[in-house]
Structure formats: C-alpha cells, structure tokens
C-alpha cells in the first residue's frame, strides 16, 4: 500500500522506546500498529472498565451488607453471653438454697 502523506515529527526518547516496543518490521509500522491498536482497543478498554467498576461497585455493597449483619450478629451474640450468664447466676444460686 502506497503511502502519500509524509510528516515529520519529534518525539521524547520516552515516546520512541514505546513505539519501538511494537511489533512491525520498521518504525513507520510500528507507529501505526501502536496507533492503530490505541483507537481499536480503546472503546473495549474502556467497556471493560466500566464492568469492572459496576462489579466492584457491587461487591462492595455486598461486602458492606455482610459486614452489617456481622456487627448485629457480634452485638447479638454479646447480649446472649451476657443473658446466658446471668441465668447461669441465677442458676447457681438457685441451687445453693437448696
């Protein structure tokens, strides 16, 4: 494929080891595999993380829904403890008089 439009532009050493990590026989293709890839893969890109958002999102309603239910177990739990004590006392004392 002929290619017509010749530019020239500067690039940071930064930019050229980047596009130097492309594959392709030579810079020129390099480049456009780089840009070509960057404007195809984008909208996926960021469909994926608009999932992974949505999910995360989820699971941390669910994690904070869960985390609920265990201070009110925990709390629960603490009260029972404490009731069960106390008959237990009673209980004893009950037994003592006899």
């Known amino acids: 494929m002929a290619k017509n439009n010749i530019r020239s532009v500067r690039?940071?050493?930064?930019?050229?080891?980047?596009?130097n990590q492309q594959v392709g026989d030579n810079f020129t293709q390099k480049f456009e595999r780089?840009?070509?890839?960057?404007?195809?893969?984008?909208?996926?890109k960021e469909r994926q993380l608009r999932?992974?958002?949505?999910?995360?999102?989820?699971?941390?309603?669910?994690y904070y829904a869960l985390y609920d239910r265990y201070e009110k177990a925990m709390s629960f739990m603490t009260v029972l403890?404490?009731?069960?004590?106390g008959m237990e006392h009673c209980f004893k004392e009950f037994e003592a008089k006899m």
């Open 51 to 62: 999932e992974m958002e949505a999910r995360y999102q989820s699971a941390k309603e669910r």
């Open 34 to 44: 780089m840009v070509y890839n960057c404007y195809m893969l984008l909208p996926e």
């Open 11 to 19: 690039f940071s050493d930064e930019m050229i080891e980047i596009i």
């Open 81 to 85: 403890e404490s009731r069960l004590c």
